[in-house]
């Protein structure tokens, strides 16, 4: 198969699933209208930022685009697609979603206890960086992922656990709720950076293996345009390279925010310093 047939899959609308394509329009039409003309008729909400919406709004096509695309049927022929797959919904799409979400939207969780007892441990730096992590590299451990891949059950099943834990991991950086957006700057750059090195070793074993390690990916697919081996090499590098672009993105715009805070703390200061000096100088 040529690389033009290749991307001709996606632009036949039989392969897109239009059922789920129709339940995520609803919810970004909902989305839409609780942060817009509607929120001043709900209690105790604030209006949301054109970027935070779109931000939203992007996290769902994402995430529609992994689960309802022709990527979903290529993920079971190709290993790069399952890791293009895995690499959108569990480290594009998140971080993007928890974005949109307003602190409004959260609250009323919240005053669930259970609720909150679990969401304020599992979102525990320390503990969700190896739960997420150490669920993702499993996940790709040969035999296991023979079974989740070729059980439809453990399939959902281990998506959904991934998702949640996905989620939970990028709660720390991106926290809409003030209150329990604890993690100081510095703790967040460190975070992140720990995460990338984390998921290092699952991809270099991935990337650098000179044989093909998942057996259901092991012979040539009718969809393929490189060898097994090229296939499951690429699939390392997309899951890494596009880690690195998300995290470094993340790095950056945690230190820009920390640096606009540090400014205005400091240029506060120094105008309450200068004010005292025109105090103390008066006669």
Not at 232 to 239: E, H, L
Request: proline content about 6%; aromatic content about 14%; glycine content about 4%.
């Amino acid at each position: 198969m040529s690389g033009s047939q290749f991307f001709q899959i996606f632009l036949y609308a039989s392969n897109w699933d239009i059922v789920l394509n129709l339940v995520f329009i609803a919810i970004a039409l909902v989305y839409i209208l609780l942060t817009g003309p509607l929120v001043k008729f709900i209690s105790g909400a604030t209006p949301v930022s054109g970027l935070h919406r779109f931000s939203f709004i992007i996290g769902l096509m994402f995430y529609y685009f992994a689960e309802g695309s022709p990527l979903t049927m290529l993920s079971h022929e190709l290993f790069s697609m399952h890791m293009a797959q895995m690499t959108i919904l569990y480290i594009v799409m998140p971080p993007l979603l928890l974005l949109g979400i307003p602190e409004w939207f959260v609250r009323p969780l919240l005053k669930i206890k259970f609720f909150r007892s679990l969401l304020t441990f599992f979102t525990k730096p320390l503990i969700i960086l190896f739960i997420f992590n150490g669920l993702l590299s499993v996940y790709h451990v040969p035999a296991v992922f023979d079974m989740i891949m070729e059980n439809h059950l453990y399939h959902n099943i281990a998506h959904t656990i991934l998702l949640i834990t996905a989620l939970c991991m990028w709660w720390p950086v991106i926290c809409p709720v003030e209150e329990l957006d604890k993690v100081k700057p510095l703790h967040k750059l460190a975070y992140i950076f720990a995460n990338g090195v984390l998921l290092t070793p699952a991809c270099a074993l991935i990337m650098f293996a000179d044989a093909t390690i998942y057996p259901m990916y092991s012979q040539v697919s009718a969809f393929s345009i490189m060898t097994p081996l090229q296939d499951q090499q690429t699939g390392g590098v997309i899951m890494k390279i596009t880690q690195e672009v998300v995290y470094i993105t993340a790095i950056a715009l945690v230190f820009s925010r920390w640096f606009r805070i540090q400014r205005a703390q400091d240029e506060k200061e120094l105008a309450e310093w200068k004010k005292s000096q025109l105090a103390t100088d008066k006669p």
